[in-house]
């Protein structure tokens, strides 16, 4: 049997943590005997972690390989799924994916677990600061703690990984508008300061490093919900954002993070569509010497940009179109 320790001394900390070493501690005891409160703990996430530093040991848990089948076949009959440029993935050495943020995150399982199937190299996510309670469970599917050191590990120990710039900004930005701006990148965090840690780290890593822009095309399509599409079209979404914008900061800060939780929330009522989704991996952005961060999120961004543009050919959503693509057939001309 096991039980979380989460008692009135340690609740203090849970605000402050974020994915780390320490986190709420596992008390372990056998089924005929009673856990007690000592500070001897059979597992904790620093213990897995070092374990997850294998492709071996990540790719053979029961786990991944069972959410990864159910993802594979879902993907391969429901979205007739299709993956271009794995050829751009190294077979070797470490190397970071950068990717959109949907408004669903039904891709996110796509984009993480299926590649694997096609270069055997399992990909690790970064996660959010705020989900450690479940870390302990997408640990076992690749998801890592999103802090620099955590993701300098992977990294040296020549791993691939994966990380999303935009952020939740970027998926309410598609959210907007009805799915206008669905396919523009967002690298600017809620406090208006430019989304770059990501080439920051690669710059750590040194001449030669690959960061990988990749999507999935007709992600935005592959859910409908009407509670987006309403809040869109009655323009609360820019009237939400603009009155938070004027606020004292503490109270916008807990009106941001009351918006973050009812799109969670209401995520959960959205609808699947069996449109056409095709994952691209672009050709790695090196890094090279004299590179910035500044000068290395651009290339990043325009090499990201470019391959939207040739292979989604739209900014907005459209079901219609990923409909068309999902069930297109030839017609067979009669002499």
């Not at 402050?16 to 008390?27: D, M, Y």
């Not at 989900?131 to 599917?141: A, G, K, P, T, V």
């Not at 998926?171 to 990501?198: C, D, I, M, Q």
């Not at 290339?299 to 990201?304: A, I, N, T």
Request: overall charge positive; charged content about 20%; glycine content about 6%.
């Amino acid at each position: 049997m096991v039980k979380v320790n989460m008692t009135v001394s340690n609740l203090s900390s849970l605000a402050t943590l974020r994915l780390k070493a320490c986190q709420p501690k596992i008390e372990c005891c056998d089924e005929n005997e009673s856990c007690s409160s000592s500070d001897s703990y059979c597992t904790n996430y620093s213990e897995l972690f070092e374990r997850h530093l294998s492709d071996e040991w990540l790719s053979s848990r029961w786990l991944y390989k069972m959410v990864q089948s159910i993802t594979v076949i879902y993907a391969k009959y429901f979205h007739n799924y299709t993956l271009e440029g794995a050829h751009h993935i190294p077979k070797d050495g470490s190397a970071m994916f950068v990717s959109l943020h949907s408004t669903h995150n039904t891709d996110i399982p796509i984009a993480a677990l299926v590649p694997q199937r096609y270069t055997g190299r399992p990909i690790r996510c970064l996660l959010h600061s705020w989900s450690w309670w479940y870390q302990s469970i997408f640990i076992r599917l690749g998801g890592i703690a999103g802090t620099r050191k955590s993701v300098r590990q992977i990294f040296d120990s020549n791993l691939l990984a994966a990380c999303i710039p935009g952020g939740v900004e970027e998926a309410f930005l598609h959210v907007a508008s009805n799915g206008k701006h669905a396919y523009e990148l967002n690298w600017t965090s809620f406090s208006g300061n430019p989304r770059r840690g990501f080439a920051s780290l690669a710059l750590e890593m040194g001449p030669g490093f690959k960061i990988i822009p990749c999507f999935n095309q007709n992600s935005e399509e592959m859910r409908w919900n009407p509670f987006y599409e309403i809040w869109s079209f009655l323009g609360l979404d820019y009237a939400y954002g603009r009155a938070i914008r004027r606020l004292p900061k503490g109270l916008r800060n807990f009106l941001w993070s009351s918006a973050l939780v009812v799109w969670v929330t209401l995520g959960i009522f959205a609808i699947p569509i069996p449109v056409k989704v095709t994952g691209h991996v672009a050709e790695p952005v090196v890094v090279e010497e004299g590179d910035t961060v500044e000068s290395l999120a651009i290339r990043v961004k325009e090499r990201f940009e470019d391959l939207i543009i040739s292979k989604q050919g739209r900014r907005h959503r459209s079901y219609w179109q990923g409909l068309k693509e999902r069930f297109a057939f030839k017609t067979v001309k009669s002499d």
